[in-house]
């Protein structure tokens, strides 16, 4: 049987509710962003976009992700996986393309086709870009906001260092996380592939959730998480509020 993907079997459902409802906010160097269901899924279709329609990317074909939790990294990975590929952890140079972070190290990126991705709340270019590298921001905005994959999803979701794991397998760990549905999960959890996102994000989205990411420490996180309206924690204590790990 064809394989739905990762993306559509999540976003699916939440884009027939209410599109504008916030689906994923971040925290990052004193900065909040914040991302509506309508916008996470064109973020992720412009991404799907950019490896399918320029990149000739197809299903299976390797993604390697080098960058940590943030908000253009969610649609990074979403698109990926929307657009059927297979994300990995490793700088593999057999991988169609590399999203590394902006910074000093132009040798990160084993793939032909690397993007700097650089992390600014408003998604400003990055200005550390190599020669062989190209900007993520001003590489992904002109792709469409709307992406219909071209086949079946590739079987394999993410090849990591201990191994493969399937579509099916994640959506599943995915959809074991105690959330109740609904929840406003306000998470300090790094991005590991796949338990860190699976654990966060994709659990937040399967439970018809959200999920609010924060880099900050000590007494700002709990003011965060109180403006947040925030239910459950995950790698915090917050009074009042159950944590989740």
């Known amino acids: 049987m064809p394989t739905d993907s990762v993306t559509s079997t999540l976003l699916a459902p939440l884009l027939r509710g209410d599109a504008h409802r916030p689906r994923l906010t971040t925290y990052a160097a004193g900065f909040r962003t914040e991302l509506s269901t309508a916008s996470l899924a064109n973020w992720s279709a ?68 690397v993007f700097v991705v650089s992390g600014h709340p408003l998604g400003a270019p990055s200005q550390a870009v190599a020669a062989h590298q190209r900007d993520f921001t001003t590489a992904v905005l002109p792709q469409a906001d709307r992406f219909s994959p071209h086949g079946a999803s590739a079987e394999v979701a ?10 099916a397998e994640l959506l599943a760990s995915a959809a074991a996380v105690a959330l109740p549905t609904g929840s406003r999960l306000f998470s300090v959890q790094p991005w590991t592939v796949p338990n860190g996102i699976t654990g966060t994000l994709l659990a937040a989205l399967a439970a018809d959730g959200s999920l609010v990411w924060s880099d900050s420490t000590g007494d700002a996180l709990v003011e965060q998480a109180t403006a947040e309206r925030a239910t459950v924690t995950a790698g915090f204590d917050a009074p009042g509020l159950p944590r989740l790990d």
């Open 158 to 167: 993410v090849r990591g260092r201990h191994g493969d794991v399937t579509v």
């Open 46 to 113: 412009k991404v799907a976009g950019l490896l399918v329609d320029e990149l000739g990317c197809s299903a299976g074909d390797l993604v390697y992700i080098g960058i940590g939790a943030g908000w253009q990294t969610a649609p990074i990975l979403l698109g990926s996986w929307w657009a059927g590929l297979t994300v990995t952890d490793q700088d593999l140079p057999a991988a169609a393309a590399a999203f590394v972070p902006d910074g000093p190290d132009p040798s990160v990126g084993a793939a032909d086709e």
